[in-house]
């Protein structure tokens, strides 16, 4: 990888005074040349296409919840407990994604706002970094909806208001 032959063609054609037939696009630019030969298209959509790409790879980045979590069933099941309330077993399996520990708080939406319901979940859940942690979850009504009812799981990140993850669930009756 000499490149004499580069050097040979511009001597002979630049006896018949000519163009070189061979030559070298990148590198620093030689007095002749000019910038439309730089920016050739072909250069050009590929510069693009690398920073679209580069600027999409960040864009998801930015968008990456620290954590996720599986609403699992728990061994419990569906039953009614001594006070004649219907109690739901669950397991909320809690995948912490980010290098610190994350404390999280939980939150029971009811999508069917003519039922109301308790849960276990009073104090934060605190998950260690990189761990995927789960916590025991029961729901419990009073009121025994006919029909079955749907309920969101919401996670909300304790340092970061912005940062939360739902699960709509189907609350039911034995």
């Given at each position: 990888m000499c490149a004499s032959c580069v050097d040979a063609c511009a001597e002979v054609m630049g006896k018949k005074n000519k163009?070189?037939?061979?030559?070298?696009?990148?590198?620093?630019?030689?007095?002749?040349?000019?910038?439309r030969e730089l920016f050739r298209p072909t250069v050009l959509f590929l510069g693009i296409l690398v920073l679209v790409g580069v600027g999409w790879f960040f864009y998801q980045i930015s968008l990456r919840s620290s954590f996720d979590f599986e609403v699992l069933a728990h061994g419990y099941g569906v039953r009614f407990n001594k006070s004649g309330e219907v109690v739901n077993g669950y397991v909320l399996s809690v995948k912490n994604m980010s290098k610190?520990?994350?404390?999280?708080?939980?939150?029971?939406?009811?999508?069917?706002?003519?039922v109301s319901f308790n849960h276990s979940l009073?104090?934060?859940?605190?998950?260690?970094?990189?761990?995927?942690?789960?916590?025991?979850?029961?729901?419990r009504s009073m009121d025994v909806p006919d029909a079955k009812i749907k309920l969101q799981f919401n996670l909300q990140n304790s340092n970061d208001s912005t940062e939360k993850s739902s699960r709509k669930i189907n609350f039911r009756i034995p």
């Amino acid at each position: 990888m000499c490149a004499s032959c580069v050097d040979a063609c511009a001597e002979v054609m630049g006896k018949k005074n000519k163009k070189s037939l061979i030559s070298y696009r990148f590198g620093s630019l030689s007095s002749s040349a000019s910038l439309r030969e730089l920016f050739r298209p072909t250069v050009l959509f590929l510069g693009i296409l690398v920073l679209v790409g580069v600027g999409w790879f960040f864009y998801q980045i930015s968008l990456r919840s620290s954590f996720d979590f599986e609403v699992l069933a728990h061994g419990y099941g569906v039953r009614f407990n001594k006070s004649g309330e219907v109690v739901n077993g669950y397991v909320l399996s809690v995948k912490n994604m980010s290098k610190d520990d994350l404390t999280l708080q939980f939150f029971l939406s009811n999508i069917d706002e003519s039922v109301s319901f308790n849960h276990s979940l009073k104090e934060e859940l605190i998950v260690p970094a990189g761990i995927v942690s789960r916590f025991p979850l029961f729901v419990r009504s009073m009121d025994v909806p006919d029909a079955k009812i749907k309920l969101q799981f919401n996670l909300q990140n304790s340092n970061d208001s912005t940062e939360k993850s739902s699960r709509k669930i189907n609350f039911r009756i034995p």
